[in-house]
């Protein structure tokens, strides 16, 4: 088992350039997360996906969006890269119900925005 | 709203020192409250967890108590280890709600 799986590890855009972050999970798990990581902000919930067919807005949802493709992949985009957007994203899967607390991640994604 | 909050770090300490992170919560209702680990370049994952109060979570060695009166959930290790150098993070997660609220995060270091 894989667990989660991310890709790329590393990009560098420049700004108003798009990119497509991508995620899979092999675990059978319903629903999946994108967050970002902040220096001294934790982590912070961007979009989610409580089943396939479904997306939601986290806390910071502005300037992306998501596909859920299929049961294991959700992937984010960015259309017009800002150097706001230079973080670190992680994506994650969880059961549903109550077990939902219990997530798994991925290695995450680091972007950076010139 | 709801939220938690972490103690400051970074928190250095010698090997088989003992560690406490303090970790409070502002919540209605009864959350499940959680630490995550991230080990240097990783991703998160899960510690340990407690979905009730006065229940104790326990996980390598790391413990922490459901405090619903002192809205706590604070992580102790008795003697810690070079190889729990990371940083933790506290969160709470509501059934309803599915989402999981994260602390910002504290980081350890364990100087041998």
């Known amino acids: 088992n894989a667990g989660v799986t991310q890709t790329p590890k590393f990009q560098v855009l420049k700004t108003g350039q798009s990119m497509t972050l991508q995620c899979a999970q092999d675990m059978n798990h319903n629903s999946m997360y994108w967050y970002r990581q902040d220096p001294g902000m934790g982590l912070r919930l961007i979009y989610y996906s409580a089943s396939e067919g479904t997306t939601d807005k986290g806390e910071v949802p502005n300037g992306y969006n998501v596909s859920r493709l299929n049961k294991r992949e959700f992937s984010l985009r960015l259309e017009s890269a800002a150097p706001s957007q230079t973080s670190v994203y992680f994506c994650?899967?969880?059961?549903?119900?109550?077990?939902?607390?219990?997530?798994?991640f991925g290695p995450g994604t680091r972007l950076t925005v010139l | 709203g709801n939220s938690v909050t972490q103690m400051e770090g970074p928190v250095t300490l010698s090997e088989e020192a003992f560690l406490t992170i303090n970790c409070t919560y502002t919540?209605?209702?009864?959350?499940?409250l959680f630490w995550y680990v991230q080990y240097p370049g990783e991703g998160l994952q899960l510690l340990l967890k407690?979905?009730?109060?006065?229940d104790k979570g326990s996980n390598k060695g790391f413990e922490a108590t459901y405090r619903k009166e002192t809205t706590s959930f604070h992580l102790e290790k008795g003697s810690v280890q070079v190889s729990d150098s990371a940083v933790y993070f506290c969160a709470l997660h509501y059934n309803q709600g599915g989402k999981l609220i994260f602390g910002q995060g504290t980081e350890l270091s364990v100087k041998p």
């Open positions: 407690a979905t009730k109060a006065d």
């Open positions: 919540a209605t209702g009864y959350p499940s």
């Open positions: 994650a899967s969880s059961e549903t119900g109550q077990s939902r607390g219990e997530q798994f």
